[in-house]
Each structure stands twice: as structure tokens, then as C-alpha cells.
Nanobody, 124 residues
Framework: QVQLVESGGGLVQAGGSLRLSCAAS????????MGWFRQAPGKEREFVAA????????YYADSVKGRFTISRDNAKNTVYLQMTSLKFEDTAVYYC?????????????????WGQGTQVTVSS
């Protein structure tokens, strides 16, 4: 059982930056592909970014490409989401997720473990 704890959310003005962190309890963290998702009020949970086990391959939703960067530090059992040029529409609860599957997925059902989420609010 992998436990994930997100941190780093908060209130930021449009155009600003935030860095989210997700710490994993699993000592074999490097065996898991990791993803970030977000969910705004009244909307479905949507894919934001994902990263391979080594960190060498990353995927992004079109809506965040060029503004967000996913990375990981396997020595610290942590995955990050650096968010820049934030927009009002980025406001959501952000969740990190882990999967032991062989391929990186972009759907919530592709991930087995989830954190509790961290709120990101962008003021316009």
C-alpha cells in the first residue's frame, strides 16, 4: 500500500508560480509511475502530467504544456509539479497518484494509489 501526501498548494495571483510536492511512503517508490491530476468544482478529475519511473519520460495535458513541469527525486521518494504562468482556470484540487503498471496512463482508472489532494486557487 502506497501512501501519498501532497503539499505546496495555496492562493496565488494569476501569472504567479507554485510548486507542489507529493511524498510517498513506499521505499520502492522508483517502481511506480507517477501522475498529477486536478479536479475543479463540478468537474471531473482530469489529467495534468505524468512521469516515468526514472523521470526520463514525461507527459502533459495540452492545457498545461509549456507552463507546468513534472519531476521526481527517487532518493527522496517525492514527485513535484512546478507550475508557472498560472491562470484562473488552473484553480482546482490537485492530486498525485501512483501506479505500478507498465505504461503511463492519463486516466484516473490507470492509477492505483491517490493522495488526499491540495487546493490551488488562482485569483484573477
Amino acid at each position: 500500500q502506497v501512501q501519498l501526501v501532497e503539499s505546496g498548494g495555496g492562493l496565488v495571483q494569476a501569472g504567479g508560480s507554485l510548486r507542489l510536492s507529493c511524498a510517498a511512503s513506499e521505499r520502492t517508490f522508483s517502481n511506480y509511475r507517477m501522475g498529477w491530476f486536478r479536479q475543479a468544482p463540478g468537474k471531473e478529475r482530469e489529467f495534468v502530467a505524468a512521469i516515468s519511473r526514472s523521470g526520463g519520460t514525461t507527459y502533459y495535458a495540452d492545457s498545461v504544456k509549456g507552463r507546468f513541469t513534472i519531476s521526481r527525486d527517487n532518493a527522496k521518494n517525492t514527485v513535484y509539479l512546478q507550475m508557472t504562468s498560472l491562470k484562473f482556470e488552473d484553480t482546482a484540487v490537485y492530486y498525485c497518484a501512483a501506479t505500478p503498471r507498465l505504461v503511463i496512463g492519463t486516466l484516473p482508472k490507470d492509477y492505483n494509489y491517490w493522495g488526499q489532494g491540495t487546493q490551488v486557487t488562482v485569483s484573477s
